[in-house]
Each structure stands twice: as C-alpha cells, then as structure tokens.
C-alpha cells in the first residue's frame, strides 16, 4: 500500500518533468516568455513531488533512502532539480529549464525502470556519517552536472556566435556571459560539497573498515573527479580560464563523475558497489 | 453603411506617384472637410506618410463611392485621375476593416514590425477627431486598430529583433556579454558609422567610451561628445585590453589589428572576452583574430547578414500577427452589424408613438372645455401604453444577436411596415 504511494507519487513527478520538457522544447523552437515561465514551474511542481516521493520513501527505509541503484537515479534526479532552482534564482537563464528537464526525465524514468524494493542496510553501514556521505556526494555532483549542461549549452551559444549562425535557436540560449557565470557558479556550489562529501566518507570508512582509504574503484574515480574540478577551479580562479577551454573541462568532469557514479557500480564490483545485493 | 479604404502605398506606387498625392499635415483639416462635403462621406480620416497615402471613411452607398473618391484625389491634387488610379487600391467593408487594422499593427509596412506607423496613424487620428470628422464608426475602428497594434506588438516578436546594422551590432553585444553595464567601448576612428553605433551602446548603459583617430582633435571631439577619453593614435594598441568592445572603422588600407595585439591584450584581461565590430571597408582588423578563444569579430557582411536574418524572423511572426488581426476584424465585423438594429428598433419606436400621438391628438379635439392638468395626464397616459407595449419587441432585437442572425429585425420590419410609408 505505502509503495503505491511512493510509485505513484513519483510518476507525478516524472509526468511533472515531461511536461516541462515539452514546454521547454516548444519555448526554444518558438520563444515566449510565458513558455519558459512554464517549463520552470513544472519543474518546481515536480520537484515538489520527487521530494514527498522521497520523504515517504525515507519513512519506510527508515534511514535515508539511498541505498541501491533505484534509489540513488531518484535522488539524484531530485537533487539535480532542486540545484537547478537554487542556480536559478540567482542566475535566471530561460531556457535551461529546456535543456535540464530531460536529464529529469530520463534519471526518473531509469529509476521507475529499475527495481525498487526496499534493500536492507546491513549493520556495518548503519551510522551517522553514511547520510551525511550521501547527501554531500549526491549534492556536489548534482551541482557539477549542472555546470555541465550549462556549459554544454556554453559551447553551442559560442560555436553558433563564432560561425556567425545568428538564427534558429541562436536567439533564444541565453547569453555567453551569463552561461559562464552561472557555470563558475555550480563549480564554486559543488566543488566545496564534493570536497566535504569525499572527506566524509573517509571518515567514515574509518569507522566501518577500519581505514581511511581502501583504493577501492569508486574512491580512485572519485578522487580522479575531484582531482579534475580542482584544477579547473584553480585555473578559473587564478589562471583566467574561462569560456571555451573552462566548458570543455567541465564536460570531460562530467563524464569522470557519470563514470564514478553509475559506471564504477555497474562494471567494476568493490566496496560502494550495488551490484553485490 | 460601408466602411471604406482607398490609396496606395510604397508597393503599388513609386515615391513619384506617392508625392504627389500627399497631403501636408497644416492642410488636412481643410482637405477632411471638403472630402466630406464632395463625397458624402459621413465620417472621414487620411493617412498620409513618406509612403503611404490613404482615406478611411464610411459610406452610405458603394455605388461610384470609388469613382467619387478618385475624382476628388485628381482635383484636390490637380492631377489627371489617368495618372495614378491604377495604383490605387480600394477596399470596402470586412476588407477595409482589414487593410486599417493591418496598417495600425504595421503588417503593411516597408520594414515589417517598425513602430512609427502607429505614431502616425494616432495623428491622423487627433487631426480628424479634431475636425469632428470622425464618429461612432470611425472612433471605434480606430481604437480597435491601435489596440490590435498594441497586441501585436506585445504577444508576437515581430518588432523584437535589429533591422539596422548599428542596432545589430548592440544586440550581438548583449548575447555576448549578457548586459552592457559597465562595460567599455573604444572607437577608432571617428567615422558617422562609429558614431551611431556608439550612441545605440551608450543608451544601453556602456560605462566608458575610449576614442582614438589619426587626427586627435576630432578624437577629442566626439570624446568630449561622449563624455569619454582621447588616445592619441599610436598608443591605442597597448590600450586595446582596457576595451570590451571595439568599434573600427577607419579608412586604413591595411589591417590595423592582428592577432598579436589582441593575444596581448587578452593575456593583461585575464582571457575576459572582447567584441570587435569591423565596419570598414576595407577591413581594419585582421580576421584570423576571430579564431583566438573569447574574442568574437564581425565585420560588416557578417552584420548585414544578421539584419537580413532578423528580417526574415519578422516575416515569420507577422504570420502569426496576421491571424490575431483576422480574428479582430470578425470581432469588429459583429460589432459593425449589431449597429444595423439600432435603425430598426429607432424606427419602431417612432412610429408607435406617432400612432399614439395622432390618436390622443384626435380624441382631445373633441373635447372643448378640458382642463389643462387632465389634457396632460391623458397624454401621459397613451405614451405609457405606446411604450410599455414597445418594450417586448425591443429588447427582443436587442437580445439576439445581429451579426450572425438578421431575420429578427427583418420580421418586426415587416410586422410593423416599417419600411414602405
């Protein structure tokens, strides 16, 4: 009975998105203020939505719902919407809401796609430092894959501008200045959390096997992403870089962090993985 | 009663053509009198632009109302009708309705989308009103039109992109830098061209403006014109970093600038991006500058290439304009024909209390010593009935709706001989 609310409660979610993504879409092929104002508050509304989803979920878990890979496509769908509205309301950009909604979709999905019973947590992982790991991790890279899209979206605007192409969807993306600024942003937002997420983990780790660090697959990815971030933050910060150079950074970190993720889970087995439930 | 549009504009006839045809504004209220007076029309409105020159006016009757207008185009004017009546185009009813409000909404316009149309349209408008020229009819179709106009402008994006070169030149600014607060310009050279450009940047808000040119007077000038500072030309390039924004346009026969100066100029601003507008011909900056990381360069074709694309945008949306106007015309349309009952129901009324008029007059002759108060109470008395037995049939016609159903007004038309006497 509670596990139809859950359900049904995120495919109102997932719907939420989809509409987004279409008035979205529709935005960027015919603009209107309105269209755009649209897609944004279907994606609040289903956020909204994702989020009781995922507070119901926590009830019945009784711990923070994260916990296998259905779990983990749901929050990290749900985290990635609330950091767009965050990166929003500083720097409104109307047509991200365009390009964010189907990665809504598609994380939503996947999730609904997967298994979604409930895993027992065994008693080696039941401590205060596994939520606060979790909640770091997820939000840092949810920050750090905005800054990605943004900065994928960075790179057409400027391919667009370079080869002169001044029509089509060249007038409604959002100007240069704006995507970079909003992109720096999401690394400032992210970089941090990561940071704190890793360190959390270590501490935890230590409490649970007995060591800081074991070189297991996901914690050499991790560091490689962390690693990846810190120099494009050091290079924005102290080296001028930005633009061009500074987006196809962020995309080459989003990969390492799509890799730790999901890929580090599903190919390599070790300590973080989903796969020996 | 019709409404109708007569003239030409800068497709059907040449400035040739259209110049003599106009009429100044001084003389207009003089020309809608005498319009009124030798056409017969009720109500009377002209339009006359750099390219255009149209009448609006209702009619009574379409018989010769083209022939009667044409006449007195070639009298006023003094010119043989031969001359410039196959130019003309005439439009009645739903149609005028449609050519005043496509006009108002500047559908009709040379650069679709321009606004000074409706500017002008508002003063034809005050000078008629003015002149009593304009009634129920007209003063409605008028504000329709500017409030169509309004709407047009508002819910499409027809007006919303440069058509100029100097405009688009600020637009691609704003898509790169996202606002232009606080931002720097410098001008070099201090060509016409530099100039405008540079007057659209500062209205945007463009912090500094840095002029340099061969000659440092006029750099000075138009400096001081600006508020801004004069370089003296052969220290410009090592104070190209301090620009977000170039303006070139001098008559140099070669590049001025090239890679080099602007890789350095880059390196002191920390990689922030530059734009650089070339505007001379020929060419004042080298192009290859335009594959170096955070620099954008456009030069005149390329500028011109947005203009045209923007003009093509603007054909686009005037499509969906189009569709908004045609549904105001029906609107307009109904409206036009619910006025069609207010003759009906007029006439009703006056030939029922004419009946009752005629009969109480009968009856009081035939008394001889009636007091003054009761000969007054009994009149009171039939007009009670007359009316009291006219209210049902009225606002039945009033209820239905005339547009789209005549046969209302026709029956009480009928019932009641309205229309043989």
Known sequence: MTTTIYIFLLCGALALYSLSMVSGLLHLLRPRPQKSLWCKRFISAGVTLHLLAFVERCFQAQTLAVTNLHESLSFFALLLGLVFLLIYRKIPLPTLGTFISPMLVVFTLWALATTHTITPQPPILRSFWLPLHVLLSFAGNAFLVLGCIISIMYLLQEHLIKKKQIKGIFRNLPALGKLDESSYL?????????????????VWASFAWGSHWSWDPKETWSLITWLLFAALLHGRMNSGWRGRKASLLTIIGFAAIMFTFLGVNLMLSGLHSYAAH | MHIVALGLNHQTAPVATRERLAFKTEELPEVLRRLRAETGLSEALILSTCNRVELYGISNTLDDCHARLIKFLADYHQIAAADFADKLYFHTDSEAIHHGFRVASSLDSMVVGEPQILGQFKDAFAIASAESSTGLILNRFLHRSFFIAKEVRTRTKIA??????????VELAKKIFGELN??????????????????????QGIEQVLVTNRTLSRAQQLADEFSGIALPFDIFRGQLDQADIILSSTGAPDYIIGPDEITKALKKRRNRPMF????????????????????????????????TE????????????EELVNREVEKFEQWLASLSVTPTIKQLREKVLAICDQEINKTLAGFSDLDPKDEKRLKAMVNAIGNKFLHHPISYLKAKNAATDTQPATTIREIFKLDDN
């Open chain 2, 310 to 321: 923007n003009l093509d945008q603007r054909r686009n949306e005037a499509e969906h304009a």
């Open chain 2, 160 to 169: 919303s992109n440069a058509v100029s070169v100097s405009f688009a030149a």
């Open chain 2, 276 to 307: 650089l507008i070339d505007i001379a011909v020929p060419r004042d900056i080298d192009p290859k500058v335009n594959d170096l990381d955070n620099i954008y360069l456009f030069d005149v074709d390329d500028l011109q290439d947005v203009v």
């Open chain 1, 186 to 202: 999401c690394l400032r937002c992210g970089f941090p959390l990561l940071t704190l997420g890793i360190i959390s983990g270590s």
């Open chain 2, 182 to 203: 606080g931002k720097k310009v410098m001008l070099i050279g201090a060509g016409e061209m530099c100039e405008l450009a540079a007057r659209h940047f500062i209205n």
